[in-house]
């Protein structure tokens, strides 16, 4: 417990993420689960950037090019990963997205349970 | 004038017959929350009707019902187990192992071997480019399925829902665009060319510019945008900047691994002509995240361009 | 440095271009530019499994100008190239075999965007394969997902839309986990290349520290990767996928993208956490157990279906239980095993794939079975080829199917006795469901039937890639002593 309350900004990051992993695993309808996906890509950001931070620390951009020194700056290695990891986040969600106006437009619902009980009926004239 | 002050009280009132894109609306009889609630009771009396057999222990309902309980009971151990690994992990704010030899490198010469003066930008386009060239592919890759799955190639089939909302004429939202374009324009471009000087780069900026290209579309229609990307404009700048981007890359990871002579200086820092590739990539990344985030808009919004 | 070194690197980048390239041609065109593309990552995969089983050392390639740890690597030994090579055969083959397929369920403007995605799929799979760094391995892993979604929605029918929606959403859960397990790991160690990673958890495992996250990211990673790959209970998207997808869609998916994310998580085990560390032994335990499970359900699921392609479906969902049954027995002859079962399955499930594809369309289109009588009549040749997969997959002796299993079971009986016992008998079972459930559409397929129209077109493309498919099945049916010791050469220098 004394652990979470000091890593609270990571247990935040973690609670964001299995909120996100469970909206995208339970909730029927497509827009809430791509809501959820981007939930737990933004925990999993959060997590990233408050493992680099260091108290007093600075951005990685240097300012004075002469005198560098190492512990003025936070590590930059997770904010590279995050930017890469952005970029992938919203090529998914983009995806996600075009498939649900796909299946808007065909089954005119947004439940998923609903679109396989049409398509289970529509099955066997579809083959 | 007077017309303008009936149209402005219109607006405010949210009366939708003062907004454009009516003969859509002419044509949906009732909203379309009513529509889902009628089509979804509609649904439920059908899925109703079929037989249900008794929830027994072969019946796939039971099996489902099971799946679910567990799914839920997976999902808070899985909470639960992590929490408690976050506890254990170093001290959130402190000084700790993950700061060695490889961050150190980073921070202490990536100055001199990159030439970029925000490091991050030093990272992503030159330690660890092959991660970046990978990822400027997932954004091609997220392209082309979105123009799978939403280009609509014969004319045969349009798409009848979309224009619901079509602010194409609304005269605030046009002043405002008028003064915020050309801002939201430079302020990208800025963002764009000082990416290995100051937070930002190729993905960034590109985001901003195409958000100024979408809000352009949005306000003074889509013959307005157009006339900026048409759709040979928008593949000739995909490919060449893919294209650039690609072959500049393979030079300096040929010649880096062949320990040959690259003809790629890093040049004076805190220069806008520094950091050797990095300015010439940011650009190119810049212009295909621009296309690609307002193509996927128009595939979105229209199915063409 | 060899020249050839950079071949890896080269067929990663040739591929990324001609995607770039195919975006602007016609569909035809395109089609000719990819077959070219993978024709030369073929030979490029071959020619360094040559090079490396000659010179019997693995060598790193770095990509940049600043070597490891800062910068990004490649790591080419004999694994990597075999499973390069195989992967590069079956994309080939699978794309020339298919192509009447492709012609007939894709609409003429869209099919350079599904060579775009073959190309991306190429490069992705050459770079998942190749790769020494684990976050280049995250990135082209999510370029593979989303390619393959791509090429299960490019059929633009409702139930194909909602397949990949499915295959997605699953995948997209397996990539969190898998994403978390990697930044807990760099959390850990502090690096992302494999063996600086390698280094510092032998540290963290000789001094205690650090246990239990130690063993959560092991765990998630294990999870992550054994989802989107389609281990039990995560199978179901499988049928659905496979049944609806053009046949080069389904081939490529059972064939080659789920065994990319195996061969991942066998280097990471092997070449990050190690596979004598006990948070392994755990996920181990956990594999072999679902693998079991994925096995006997995938087999009695096959049993019940009615039409050929979801039969061919899950009873790849069983070939995936086989694979991490092997990574979860574990030691040399385990892994071994799981290795050449997905090389096994690789190169049979495609041939199956196609020939039915074959098979359903001389029947008029409909791939139940009661469709399929006579079927052996009307297209022959196809029939022959599915003989030839069936008789693979069951197990008969000369095919590659029969020496996995023989793999299988030597690797359980080198095992502890309780485990070694129940795969012996899921093993038993299975090759008699897996038995059962092929010879009966066999049997099927050449009953003879009234009506009798024979396919009027040949297929050169179809008949190149199954025979080069049954050559291969050959190949390692019957010179398995030397597959075996390249795989095992291959183990060793990947620890």
């Known amino acids: ?77 997770p904010s590279a990963l995050v930017l890469t990891g952005i970029v992938v986040s919203v090529s998914v969600t983009a995806i996600t997205l075009s498939l649900t106006v796909r299946l808007y437009s065909k089954y005119r619902t947004l439940n998923l349970d609903e679109i396989y009980a049409i398509a289970r009926r529509t099955e066997k004239e579809e083959f | ?181 050309p801002i939201v324009f430079v302020y990208g471009i800025y963002v764009l060319l000082n990416g290995h000087l100051s937070p930002g780069g190729g993905f960034s900026g590109g985001a901003v510019i195409g958000a100024g290209i979408i809000l352009l579309s949005i306000a003074y229609g889509e013959r307005a945008s157009g006339a900026l990307i048409s759709e040979k404009v928008f593949k000739t700048v995909c490919c060449c900047a893919l294209a650039f981007y690609g072959v500049a890359k393979s030079y300096s990871f040929f010649t880096g691994a062949n320990h040959l002579h690259s003809i790629i200086k890093p040049g004076t820092p805190g220069e806008i002509l520094s950091g050797g590739l990095i300015l010439p990539l940011n650009i190119a990344v810049g212009m295909v995240v621009a296309c690609t985030i307002y193509g996927m808009y128009r595939m979105f919004k229209k199915g063409r361009f | 440095m060899d020249f050839i070194c950079n071949f890896p690197f080269f ?12 975006s602007v041609l016609s569909g035809k065109a395109a089609r000719r530019l990819t077959l070219c593309v993978e024709f030369v990552l073929v030979c490029l995969a071959l020619t360094l499994l040559v090079y490396t089983v000659r010179t019997g050392e693995s060598f790193n390639y770095t990509m940049g100008h600043v070597g490891a740890p800062w910068g990004n690597e490649l790591r080419i030994g004999v694994l990597e190239a075999l499973m390069a090579s195989a ?12 192509g009447t397929y492709i ?53 633009s029918t409702g139930k194909t839309t909602l397949a990949a929606t499915r295959y997605l959403i699953i995948n997209l859960l397996g990539s969190g986990l898998f994403l978390l397990g990697v930044i807990l790991m760099y959390d850990l160690t502090g690096h992302l290349l494999m063996e600086f990673m390698h ?66 998580l066998i280097k990471i085990l092997y070449r990050v956490i190690g596979t004598d560390s006990p948070a392994v032994g755990a996920a181990q335990n956990v594999l072999f157990v679902f693998g079991l499970c994925g096995i006997i359900m995938g087999s009695v699921s096959a049993l019940r279906q009615e039409s050929v392609n979801r039969m061919i479906a899950y009873s790849s969902a069983a070939q995936i239980g086989y694979i991490f049954v092997g990574i979860g027995l574990g030691g040399h002859m385990g892994f ?126 179809f008949m190149v890639s199954s025979s080069l498919f049954l050559i291969l099945n050959l190949v390692f049916g019957l010179w398995s002593q030397s597959i075996y010791r390249i795989i095992v050469s291959g183990l060793r220098m990947l620890a």
């Open chain 2, 1 to 181: 004038m007077k017309l303008d002050k009936e149209r402005f009280n219109a607006w405010l009132n949210d009366d939708p017959d003062r907004l454009n894109g009516m003969e859509e609306m002419a044509e949906i009889p009732y909203p379309p929350r009513e529509r889902i609630k009628e089509k979804r009771q509609e649904l439920q009396e059908r899925i109703d009707a079929q037989p249900v057999g008794q929830i027994s222990f072969l019946s796939r309902k039971f099996w489902q019902r099971v799946y679910s309980v567990f799914a839920v009971i997976c999902c808070a151990v899985m909470t639960v187990v992590l929490l408690s690994t976050v506890a254990e992990l170093p001290r959130f704010g402190e000084y700790r192992d993950t700061i060695n030899e490889l961050t150190e490198r980073y921070i202490v010469s990536g100055l001199k071997e990159t030439g970029a003066v925000n490091i991050v930008a030093g990272i992503i386009l030159d330690y660890r480019a092959f991660d970046t060239l990978g990822e400027s592919f997932v954004l091609f890759c997220a392209l082309n399925c979105v123009l799978i799955l939403l280009r609509i190639d014969s004319s045969d089939d349009v798409r009848h829902h979309e224009l619901y909302f079509n602010l194409a004429h609304d005269d605030i939202l046009r002043k405002s665009a008028l003064f915020s374009i």
């Open chain 3, 103 to 155: 012609v007939r369920d894709i609409t003429e403007k869209k099919r350079n965007l599904y060579y775009i995605l073959l190309n991306l799929m190429g490069a992705a799979l050459s770079a998942l394969v190749y790769t020494n760094d684990i976050f280049t391995g995250y990135v082209f892993l999510e370029i593979l997902t989303l390619t393959s979604g791509g090429i299960l929605m490019i059929k």
């Open chain 3, 11 to 22: 067929s990663i980048v040739l591929c990324l271009l001609s995607a770039v390239v195919c």
């Open chain 3, 199 to 264: 280094g510092t958890v032998s540290e963290l495992e000789a001094t205690g520290e650090y246990a239990m996250p130690l063993r959560v990211t092991t765990g998630l990673i294990c999870a992550g990767l054994s989802i989107k790959s389609g281990l039990f209970p995560f199978h179901r998207w499988m049928p659905d996928t496979y049944g609806n997808a053009t046949p080069t869609s389904a081939s490529l998916l059972s064939g080659v993208v789920s065994k990319g994310y195996i061969f991942l």
């Open chain 3, 336 to 461: 071994c095993a799981a290795i050449f079962h997905i090389l096994t399955h690789a190169v049979t499930k495609p041939l199956l794939f196609l020939s039915a594809a074959k098979l359903t369309e001389a029947s008029g289109g409909s791939p139940v079975f009661s469709n399929l009588t006579g079927a052996a009549r009307r297209a022959p040749f196809s029939a022959f080829m599915f003989t030839v997969g069936a008789l693979s997959m069951v197990g008969f002796p000369a095919f590659a199917g029969f020496i996995s299993k023989l793999f299988f079971s030597v690797a359980a009986v080198t095992h502890s006795s309780a485990q070694s016992v129940v795969t012996l008998c899921v093993l038993a079972v299975s090759t008699l469901l897996n038995a059962f459930y092929f010879f009966r559409t066999v049997i099927r397929i050449y009953t003879p039937s009234e009506d009798v129209s024979p396919l009027v077109y040949k297929d050169w493309g």
């Open chain 1, 1 to 77: 417990m004394k652990g979470l309350l000091a890593n609270y900004e990571e247990a935040a990051a973690i609670i964001l993420f299995c909120i996100g992993f469970s909206t995208l695993l339970f909730h029927r309808n497509m827009l809430k689960k791509i809501i959820g996906l981007n939930i737990m890509d933004t925990g999993l950001y959060l997590f990233l950037a408050s493992m680099g931070y260091i108290d007093g620390a600075r951005a990685p951009i240097l300012t004075d090019v002469n005198a560098i020194n190492m512990a003025d700056y936070i590590n930059p290695v």
């Open chain 3, 87 to 98: 992967f590069m055969i079956v994309l080939f083959a699978s794309v020339l075999g298919g």
